[in-house]
């Protein structure tokens, strides 16, 4: 249950560093998080680790609002628990997540504790633009690790990127 999460106001690399992915993902090594969660931001960053999945959120110090930035699912139910460890947080009110597309299983999770879907890929475009770094791209040069580049279903992109606040 939620009393086996542990928090921490440090990321804990080994256990954030994820290798496999069918996705096309932002790289996330100890290069990148030391980077990223060192950077004078004005969120305060709290990790929630259970078994082998992890959830990161960032806080305004100003508010009561979090957002979830970071998380694996390696085993649904540890990110399930994760979640309702971070309902029971005083200091947040209101936790948000945006994300690129979300898989099946966190999003029934999703639902299943009762998160709003605003929908807002309706409202807003928030243009991608991506090519192949050779000066002729071929059509081979458009697939990275067998994913086309030019297909956004092939893309993960979380709160991680930037500050999605």
Not at 61 to 82: C, G, Q, R, V
Request: net charge neutral; glycine share 2%; with cysteine.
């Amino acid at each position: 249950g939620i009393e086996n999460v542990v928090v921490s106001d440090k990321p804990d690399l080994q256990r954030m560093h994820q290798l496999t992915t069918d996705k096309i993902v932002l790289r996330s090594d100890s290069e990148f998080f030391n980077w990223r969660y060192k950077s004078n931001l004005p969120y305060k960053y709290k990790f929630y680790y259970h078994n082998q999945d992890y959830i990161t959120i960032g806080q305004s110090p100003k508010n009561d609002t979090a957002h979830i930035l970071d998380y694996t699912e390696n085993d649904i139910s540890s990110f399930e628990i994760i979640l309702k460890c971070i309902r029971h947080t005083p200091s947040i009110v209101t936790l948000s997540i945006r994300t690129m597309n979300l898989s099946e299983n966190v999003s029934s999770v999703l639902k299943k504790l009762k998160f709003k879907d605003n929908n807002i890929k309706d409202k807003l475009i928030t243009p991608i633009l991506v090519r192949p770094a050779a000066p002729n791209p071929t059509e081979e040069d458009w697939f990275l690790n067998g994913l086309d580049m030019r297909d956004i279903n092939n893309w993960e992109l979380k709160g991680i990127c930037s500050e999605w606040a």
